[in-house]
């Protein structure tokens, strides 16, 4: 193609829309030089000045100058074209024959040209590079880009007195460093393209497929695997835009994270190669500090499938997280998706997409395990509605609702941490029970809206229940640990039902498939569900006790049954929740088994006792005391195997009402953790322990 004179198109001109690249990337009017190729800024500032016509059509209103229609109608492009879009989008063979002005110089053909998907969509092109937001440009992106074409740059800056203002403002855009920050260049450094490792590097230096570490069709077929079995849960990548062609050259850590996530279940016999694989290049992210989009994509993909030893979750998301405000994601905001290429708004989306994703991590995280979240709430997040109303929207619908969830607890944390003590006031109870209500308008709300894919209404129920448990098992430790006032019936009821509604979910015919691929966080959530009821089962008093203890040992059963029947390969999600819940199953019925069989022992010693203690005594009344109380000292030392051997047996056939009576204490975060742990779970760092004696 030609690289057209300066003016010939009418560049420079006041009446013209066109401008050079430079000065169209921030907005500025390009002023052209008299008998110069270059126009006033480009010159001023040593840029490459380049000129290119539009692309994408023109915006209502404008017209061509006289000059640009003569050069349309002789056929002619301009050289220069977007980084990265193949040279035969512009040529005339897409439109009709090469070179005939009949094929070229109407708009209504021009419209013709393929739509921007197919840049990315053929195996055999190469996807587009990212520059510039040309039409999304935020205001801080603008004003970085033309502080040196102002008298005194940014250092005149009327809003610049506030901290991350005082610096270099190339300090505080992803690149704090010494350097930047004693730099008095106020000129916007070069930049890789978005989700470009380096451009000095190799593209793909790390690619699992060029490295012979898997071969192409098994590489295809589990990018295919994951985007349709796995991707679904996390709400992560956009099926359109994120095709393996455009992965694979968008970023090889990013690949192989996909690929190992998907042979963990698909594939398990190329699983460790392509695990080792992602760890060698995730350190080499960390070590070199690389921030992109696609970074953050990989990392939580790692944190999703990952080893049943891996407790590395919460410190992963964090360092996600932190990417993400470099790159000033914490910032964003509503734009308008429609004026820009489709390849464009659905990179823009996707930035949005994660950063709503890693939103509703922190805060499920953080109810999990009561440590603080690190993303606070913006406009930008409880707009979600309006988001969702995109035309490059259709599968968000599952990450919206688990934004809403979100939204509805976040302002609540002394509800969410029994520890703040703030659960047991009264003050909390109203608080807790329209929270209950909102709840359920949420679930009825999403489980319609998610009718057209079954497992998002699998998921919308899920949440649902494990949210209700979260909320009330703080009331309900409360209320065990008063010393003085009875049962809270309510917390206890509330609880209870979501526990068991959790396991009976898993366990229906109707989600067996779906339970296969979940994220290793829905086996942990399973997992305290089932923890929590064995705990209520040992814990609460002996007549409420009665009406449960059927239920749950028969809700026990059948998910474990369930998993079993997955028939999961080893260090699966399913695999290791089977066996946990095979152990948990034999140790509780054990101990109903002994409970029965001392109940019976514990009536004819009683029998016995009172026979002794009916007949009068000689002496005082202290001589009567004090064969009482060896007679029930002989009673509790019956088995004479020690407080830690009998305590499941006291707790389940004690005679007293009263928790605090028991051995098995709700509170001992140390004996459950050791009784846990022996049927395969770790309670404080929430993973299976796959190498256990059960």
Avoid at 504 to 515: F, P, W
Avoid at 576 to 598: D, E, H, I, P, Y
Avoid at 601 to 621: I, R
Avoid at 624 to 629: C, I, V
Wanted: with cysteine; hydrophobic share 35%; proline share 6%.
């Amino acid at each position: 193609m030609e690289q057209l004179p300066p003016g010939a198109s009418g560049q420079g001109r006041g009446g013209s829309s066109n401008a050079c690249l430079e000065c169209r990337k921030v907005k500025m009017k390009c002023h052209l030089i008299p008998n110069s190729e270059k126009c006033e800024r480009c010159s001023r500032k040593a840029l490459d000045c380049t000129f290119q016509q539009h692309r994408r059509g023109r915006k209502l209103g404008t017209r061509l100058s006289t000059s640009q229609s003569a050069k349309r109608a002789a056929g002619k492009r301009p050289s220069s074209c977007e980084p990265g879009q193949p040279a035969h989008h512009w040529n005339g063979a897409d439109l009709g024959t090469s070179g005939s002005k009949d094929s070229v110089h109407a708009p209504s053909q021009l419209q013709r040209l393929p739509p921007v998907r197919s840049w990315y969509a053929e195996a055999d092109e190469k996807p587009p590079k990212v520059e510039g937001n040309e039409e999304g440009m935020n205001e801080s992106d603008s004003r970085e880009q033309s502080d040196s074409d102002r008298p005194y740059g940014f250092w005149a800056d009327p809003d610049g007195f506030n901290p991350p203002s005082l610096l270099n403002r190339h300090a505080s855009q992803g690149n704090f460093s010494l350097q930047n920050i004693l730099s008095t260049n106020t000129e916007a450094p070069k930049r890789p393209a978005s989700g470009e490792i380096s451009t000095s590097a190799p593209r793909s230096p790390g690619d699992p497929v060029t490295k012979g570490i898997i071969n192409m069709a098994i590489a295809e077929s589990l990018f295919e695997g994951f985007m349709k079995n796995l991707n679904p849960y996390v709400c992560q990548l956009d099926p359109t835009l994120h095709t393996f062609q455009y992965v694979r050259v968008k970023s090889s850590f990013l690949l192989t994270a996909v690929l190992s996530a998907a042979a963990k279940l698909l594939n398990p016999s190329v699983f460790s190669p392509l695990r080792d694989h992602a760890e060698r290049l995730y350190m080499e992210v960390f070590r070199r500090g690389l921030k992109s989009p696609e970074v953050v994509h990989g990392i939580m993909l790692l944190t999703y499938w990952k080893e049943p030893d891996d407790t590395r979750a919460f410190v992963n998301v964090g360092i996600a997280i932190r990417i993400c405000h470099d790159l000033g994601w914490h910032k964003l905001k509503a734009q308008d998706l429609t004026v820009m290429s489709e390849g464009r708004a659905r990179e823009i989306r996707s930035m949005e997409r994660t950063w709503l994703v890693l939103f509703v991590y922190d805060r499920s995280i953080s109810m999990q395990t009561g440590k603080p979240c690190m993303i606070e709430r913006s406009r930008f997040i409880e707009s979600i509605d309006d988001w969702l109303k995109s035309p490059f929207g259709e599968g968000d619908g599952l990450l919206a609702a688990f934004t809403h969830l979100r939204l509805l607890t976040s302002e609540l944390p002394g509800l969410l941490n029994p520890a703040d003590d703030t659960s047991s006031q009264p003050s909390s109870r109203p608080l807790l029970r329209l929270l209950k209500e909102q709840i359920g308008v949420w679930r009825k709300r999403w489980t319609q809206a998610t009718t057209r894919e079954p497992r998002h209404q699998f998921l919308v129920q899920y949440y649902a229940d494990h949210t209700l448990l979260m909320l009330y098992s703080g009331p309900l430790q409360a209320s065990l640990s008063s010393k003085t006032g009875p049962l809270d019936l309510e917390p206890f009821w509330v609880s209870y039902n979501a526990a068991v509604g959790i396991l009976r979910l898993v366990s229906s015919r109707e989600v067996a498939g779906y339970v296969y691929f979940v994220q290793d966080s829905m086996h942990v959530m399973l997992a305290y569900a089932a923890v929590f009821l064995i705990k209520l089962l040992l814990t609460i008093p002996r007549a409420v006790r009665a009406e449960v203890e059927s239920t749950i040992l028969e809700t026990l059963s059948t998910a474990r049954d369930a998993f079993a029947l997955q028939s999961a390969p080893a260090n699966t999600g399913c695999a290791l929740q089977a066996m946990f819940l095979a152990n948990v199953v034999s140790k509780v019925g054990k101990l109903c088994q002994r409970k029965r069989s001392r109940s019976v022992q514990k009536a004819a010693d009683t029998t016995s006792t009172q026979m002794q203690t009916s007949q009068p005594m000689a002496g005082d009344g202290s001589g009567q005391a004090e064969a009482a109380s060896t007679s029930m000292e002989a009673i509790a030392m019956q088995d004479g195997s020690g407080a830690q051997a009998t305590a499941a047996d006291d707790a389940l056939s004690g005679p007293s009402i009263t928790p605090e009576s028991q051995n098995y204490n709700f509170f001992d975060d140390e004996m459950w953790s050791s009784m846990f742990a022996s049927a395969g779970f770790s309670i404080n760092d929430g993973i299976f322990l796959p190498d256990f004696n059960g």
